[in-house]
């Protein structure tokens, strides 16, 4: 059992920064940062591997977002930086325990509750 627990979300203007954390408490295989917006699909932002400290970006998301963690793996970051309107929705962090891809949100085994990110023009 992994469960996760996120924070740091909230309102920026256009341009500006963001770090969002994922508490990870279990054994994960890979934990990855997906995001939602009313309407659409949860949609890959990155994801990062754990024991090879491997990371993965979604479409259009590298550059822009940066997936971090902490010395004993317990916290993972997501630094997105120029954020735009595009940008809002709700921002979840999910698990595998299994090896198996952390890009695909079907794949997900364990969500925490997500957190809001608003960004104003």
């Known amino acids: 059992q992994v469960e996760l627990v996120e924070s740091g979300g909230g309102s920026v203007q256009a341009g500006g920064s963001l770090r969002l954390s994922c508490s990870v408490s279990?054994?994960?295989?890979?934990v990855a940062w997906f995001r939602q917006a009313p309407g659409n699909e949860r949609e890959h932002v990155a994801s990062?591997?754990?024991?090879?400290?491997?990371?993965y970006y979604g479409d259009f998301m590298k550059g822009r977002f940066t997936i971090s963690a902490d010395s004993a793996k317990r916290t993972i970051y997501l630094q997105g930086a120029d954020l735009q309107p595009g940008d809002s929705a709700t921002y979840y962090c999910?698990?595998?325990?299994?090896?198996?891809?952390?890009?695909?949100?079907?794949?997900?085994?364990?969500w925490g509750k997500g957190v809001p990110v608003t960004i104003s023009s």
């Open positions: 999910g698990a595998t325990a299994a090896v198996s891809s952390c890009r695909i949100w079907y794949g997900i085994q364990f």
């Open positions: 279990g054994y994960a295989y890979c």
């Open positions: 990062f591997h754990m024991r090879d400290e491997k990371t």
